[in-house]
Nanobody, 116 residues
């Protein structure tokens, strides 16, 4: 069964930076799209950013210019560099990977907390 394991969450001050990483294991195919979602308390899960196997990226308006997503197809990893963090970025961040035939998969989530 496909596993996605996130790392890199934590506590950071307003204006600080954090990097998240997600590694896929037990998978023999390439994901069409990999990305990051987040869910804050009392809110729905929302897309933060995703990236296709060809490198095309998509960002939520709220993170454009501050976050950068990247992936390594050979290593089956996706990363999210988060700069200029704000308290409203506080959430559990989930790695997501999708394949047109095999469906979508989620990581367990990693907490990101930005203090003001």
């Amino acid at each position: 069964q496909v596993q996605l394991v996130e790392s890199g969450g934590g506590l950071v001050q307003f204006g600080g930076s954090l990097g998240l990483s997600c590694s896929a294991s037990r998978v023999i195919f390439d994901f069409d799209t990999m990305g990051w979602y987040r869910q804050a308390p009392g809110k729905e899960r929302e897309l933060v950013a995703d990236i296709t196997i060809g490198g095309s990226t998509n960002y939520a308006d709220s993170v454009k210019g501050r976050f950068t997503i990247s992936r390594d197809n050979a290593k089956k990893t996706v990363s999210l560099q988060m700069n200029s963090l704000k308290p409203e970025d506080t959430a559990v961040y989930y790695c997501n990977a999708r394949h047109v035939r095999f469906g979508g998969f989620w990581g367990q989530g990693t907490q990101v907390t930005v203090s003001s």
